[in-house]
């Protein structure tokens, strides 16, 4: 049973546009909610991470969403460049540790010039 | 580079081959995963070990094995594995989780491939 749900599976976005990838998930204890990058020929790396006590959360260009009520969370990739092409990956996780992460499935973003 | 790494990058096999994948970390973790990633698949978790002891094993088949014989090193012990089992194989370090972020630090991965 796959606990989160990531969509769209790839995503074809113009220079300069913005990037949105969706996730939800169902255990309402997950509190913890980080976004992996990864590269062709590398591992993933953390992106970004959100707690629900909070709704949104900025670094840069990267823009994580967060409903808790609807279960969804969101990122948001602001002036999007064909440095950010990579597979994008949301998971979530139990009392903030790292050995209870859940992933979802990626998204495979392309960025075209 | 994120401070672990993995041996080989690439590795073909038969069905009755024995071999093993290595993971070392440099970064004075005390956390330590094996996971499996497959094409349009979720990451799927293997193994954690914690202070070198095994706390999760996410009902791997017994062909795959694992040994942590210090807090820095990793393995997974390989034998009878079948085509379905062909994979990217990542490792990943990390602080305690009462302690962490929740960040995990990946491997490059090791490709396998099961003839």
């Known amino acids: 049973q796959q606990q989160v749900k990531q969509s769209p599976q790839s995503l074809i976005v113009q220079k300069g546009g913005i990037s949105i990838i969706n996730c939800a998930y169902e255990?309402?204890?997950?509190?913890?909610f980080p976004w992996y990058q990864q590269f062709p020929g590398k591992g993933p790396a953390l992106l970004i991470a959100?707690?629900?006590?909070?709704s949104e959360k900025k670094e840069g260009r990267f823009t994580i969403s967060f409903n808790k009520s609807a279960k969804q969370f969101s990122l948001h990739i602001m002036d999007s460049q064909p440095g950010d092409s990579a597979t994008y990956f949301c998971?979530?996780?139990?009392?903030?540790?790292?050995?209870?992460?859940?992933f979802g499935k990626g998204t495979h973003l392309i960025i075209q010039p | 580079e994120t401070g672990v790494t993995q041996t080989p990058r690439h590795l073909v096999m038969g069905m009755t081959n024995k071999k093993s994948l290595k993971c070392e970390q440099h970064l004075g973790h005390n956390a330590m995963y094996w996971y499996k990633q497959s094409a349009k698949k979720p990451l799927e978790l293997m193994f954690v070990?914690?202070?070198?002891?095994?706390?999760e094993n996410n009902s791997v088949p017994s062909r795959f094995s694992p040994e942590c014989p210090n807090s820095s090193h990793l393995f997974l012990h390989l034998h009878t594995l079948q085509p379905e089992d062909s994979a990217l194989y990542l490792c990943?370090?990390?602080?305690?989780?009462?302690?962490?972020?929740?960040?995990?630090?990946f491997g490059e991965g090791s490709r396998l491939t099961v003839l």
């Open positions: 990943a370090s990390s602080r305690l989780a009462t302690q962490n972020t929740g960040e995990l630090f």
């Open positions: 998971a979530a996780a139990l009392g903030g540790g790292a050995d209870g992460l859940t």
């Open positions: 959100i707690r629900p006590d909070v």
């Open positions: 255990n309402t204890a997950f509190d913890y």
């Open positions: 070990y914690s202070l070198e002891e095994r706390v």
